[in-house]
């Protein structure tokens, strides 16, 4: 039995395929290349955003332990203790991390320290009335933070008797 093929038949020729494939490799092409930036914009806005978080939670934390303390002291350059009427705060700032410990929680800032400047109140037992920090949250912004304490007559008072 021999097929006949009819002169009226439909169908699509192999270049009009090999057209369709190539028109569709060519899509699913660009669409992986916007796919893959816009995945990478998401990733450095995630990483943009953390950096602040970081930064915001530091100056957040530190500007409430320097309000409510009652005295500051630095043992060294790189550390800072924040007392308080029953309890203390220490501060310790590294070239990469800045980290806060209290007795119950320890916080940790990805942070780089450029720089920390103390400057101590005279005649008044090394408490510390300013407090400046260079900080980097991301690269290449840096930023000048600077920090004063008021202390009550009492504890003025108190610290300079000590002193003598």
């Keep these: 039995m021999k097929l006949k093929l009819n002169e009226n038949t439909k169908a699509f020729t ?33 990483e943009q955003e953390n950096a602040y978080s970081q930064l915001y939670r530091f100056q957040f934390a530190f500007q409430k332990d ?36 209290t007795q119950i929680v320890t916080d940790t800032f990805q942070l780089r320290v450029f720089d920390v400047s103390l400057d101590a109140l005279t005649d008044y037992n090394d408490l510390i009335g300013s407090i400046e ?15 004063t304490k008021k202390y009550s007559a009492s504890t003025l008072f108190r610290n300079f008797k000590k002193q003598k």
């Design 14 to 46: 192999v270049i009009e395929l090999l057209i369709v494939m190539m028109l569709s490799g060519i899509v699913v092409g660009l669409t992986f290349l916007y796919f893959t930036q816009f995945r990478h914009y998401l990733q450095s806005t995630y």
């Design 66 to 101: 320097i309000a409510l303390a009652k005295e500051i002291f630095a043992p060294s350059s790189d550390e800072i203790h924040i007392k308080f009427a029953n309890d203390e705060i220490e501060y310790f700032f590294d070239r990469d991390w800045v980290v806060r410990e």
């Design 133 to 147: 920090l260079e900080l980097e949250a991301e690269s290449d912004k840096r930023l000048l933070l600077a920090y």
